[in-house]
């Protein structure tokens, strides 16, 4: 069967809250990024960009939420189509195996994009 | 001759459902997709089964999906849903069929039961009535005109993927009936209970109920309305 234990907070509530709010967040990153590499960056002025703490921060937050609105998202897809009425036991083995290779890649990326931000 | 093409299954009988073409004269009227079900079951073929009771849009029992629309049989016009001389019946999607047309109900039966869809207030009875200013009794409108038709929840994508789980568009429109009754108490514990992940916060607003319910209600606002509810009670 299809629980919520495997949600981000388990609350649909908050789980909705944090997905629109690291949508803001993830919206103004990438807006800004956008708009430096519109102008056309040289790589001095882009390695002392993210050589100033606040855009390490505005980073760093940045990952954060892409990690928690892409695991919000996943287990929303992974729970709609791969369950158990859907396609029979298989559908349990594979939303958890899928759930468990989500979380690990997301964890991955998060600390190597803390170690490339903080070099 | 308009071109019938209606669902058929007889889980005693049939491996797998099929389709089966009927041509019917309609002697140039702009019948309702119903009166085209009669005209067949009384000429041609007796074995095509569906539901209807009321054929006035009052009782709800006629959800049929109707050229890939859902709608109730009885007030969909030929002229709104015919297109190209060919009308195509189906049962409602996402529910078990039962035989032909008809659908097992159970599962959205069990999400409307889910919501308490009654008056709950925990004050003393009062001698006579309890009393509900207009303007009180104005937030009901668009809520309790629903006859449960199953229409909108059966379009609804995510009530196909989890029917158990998400109480789909008809029970949450119902469940904000009495969120928004000033007669009830209950309030609290009802929005407690709609909480997790799955009874409310499936919706995605893709807003196919909306588009398809026959008495023009809008479950999608009332789910707005709820998710206000439970932002306001966890600030
Ligand atoms: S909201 Fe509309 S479509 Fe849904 S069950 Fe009620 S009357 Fe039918
Ligand atoms: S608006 Fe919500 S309830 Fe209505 S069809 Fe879309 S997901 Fe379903
Ligand atoms: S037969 Fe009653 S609503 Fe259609």
Not at chain 2, 19 to 47: P, R, S
Not at chain 2, 102 to 110: G, I
Not at chain 2, 185 to 198: S, V
Request: contains cysteine; neutral net charge.
């Amino acid at each position: 069967m299809v629980t919520a234990v495997t949600s981000l907070s388990r609350s649909g509530l908050s789980d909705w809250l944090v997905q629109r709010v690291t949508a803001v967040i993830l919206l103004a990153f990438f807006g800004f990024i956008g708009f430096k590499l519109a102008g056309g960056v040289s790589y001095a002025e882009w390695s002392a960009l993210f050589a100033q703490s606040w855009m390490k921060v505005f980073a760093l937050l940045a990952a954060l939420s892409l990690a928690a609105h892409a695991w919000i998202g996943m287990w929303g897809v992974f729970t709609d189509y791969l369950t158990e009425r859907l396609m029979g036991g298989k559908g349990n083995v594979l939303r958890i195996g899928l759930q468990l290779l989500t979380s690990l890649s997301l964890v991955i990326y998060v600390i190597w994009a803390v170690q490339i931000i903080w070099r | 001759m308009l071109q019938v093409s209606i669902y058929r299954y007889n889980p005693e009988q049939d491996a797998e459902p099929s389709m089966q073409d009927f041509q019917v004269d309609t002697g140039g009227k702009d019948l309702m997709v119903l009166d085209v079900l009669e005209l067949i079951k009384g000429q041609q073929d007796t074995t095509v089964t569906y539901r209807r009771s009321c054929r006035e849009g009052v009782c709800g029992s006629d959800g049929v999906n109707i050229n890939g629309k859902n709608g109730l049989a009885c007030i969909t016009p030929l002229s709104e849903c015919v297109k190209g001389n060919k009308l195509v019946i189906r049962p409602l999607p996402g529910l078990p069929v039962i035989r032909d047309l008809v659908v097992d109900m159970s599962l959205f039966y069990a999400q409307y039961e889910k919501v308490q869809p009654y008056l709950q207030n925990d004050t003393p009875a009062p001698a006579i009535e309890r009393y509900q200013s207009p303007e009180d009794r104005e937030k009901l409108d668009g809520l309790y005109e629903c006859i449960l038709c199953a229409c909108c929840s059966t379009s609804c994508p995510s009530f196909w993927w989890n029917p158990d789980r998400f109480i789909g568009p008809a029970g949450l429109l119902q469940s904000y009936r009495f969120l928004a009754d000033s007669r009830d108490t209950a309030t609290e514990e009802r929005l407690a209970r709609l909480d997790d992940p799955f009874s409310v916060f499936r919706c995605h607003g893709i807003q196919n109920c909306v588009n398809v319910c026959p008495k023009g209600l809008n479950p999608t606002r009332a789910i707005g309305h709820i998710r206000g509810m439970l932002l306001k009670r966890a600030a």
